[in-house]
């Protein structure tokens, strides 16, 4: 069976506010439908921008099977810092899961298609009324 150590945030993310305990509760309920241990889960510091705890995280891959995050906007918001987590996953032959999103990342495609989301998630967020939609 698949060992995941789990990863959430204390902070918010892209202006988006979720309880530690509902995250949580996401990654157990994700877990148990995809058949995966999850292991205890890491909570990112809440100081702004900050990744130290998924770098550490990332520092146990060869000793886990991936990480469990809740959601993909947890990712660094710097392309390039992104961009590098994921390859780190990848090159391993790990895999990094997207609890929200439904989402799993094991290969150098389906980086990209985080990448696309991410892309698009910026873009919708800079639109009138951040939903893309014309306001009024």
């Known amino acids: 069976m698949k060992r995941l150590r789990g990863y ?7 202006g988006e506010r979720v309880p530690q305990h509902v995250q949580n509760i996401v990654l157990r309920d994700y877990a148990r439908r995809r058949g995966v241990t999850l292991l205890l889960a890491a909570s990112e510091y809440a ?4 990744h130290l705890i998924l770098e550490t995280v990332c520092g146990e891959l060869p000793r886990i ?3 469990l995050a809740y959601s ?3 990712l660094p918001e ?11 996953v990848v090159s391993q032959g790990k895999e990094i899961h997207f609890a929200v999103e439904d989402i ?3 290969s150098r495609p ?17 639109a009138p009324g951040e939903t893309g939609l014309p306001v009024g």
């Open 8 to 14: 959430i945030f204390g902070r918010p993310f892209l």
């Open 47 to 50: 100081m702004p921008g900050s």
């Open 65 to 67: 099977d991936g990480i």
């Open 72 to 74: 993909v906007f947890q």
């Open 78 to 88: 710097d392309p390039v810092h992104r961009a590098s987590v994921l390859d780190r």
């Open 104 to 106: 799993v990342v094991g």
């Open 110 to 126: 389906s980086a990209d298609d985080v990448e696309v989301l991410w892309r698009v998630r910026l873009a919708l967020g800079s």
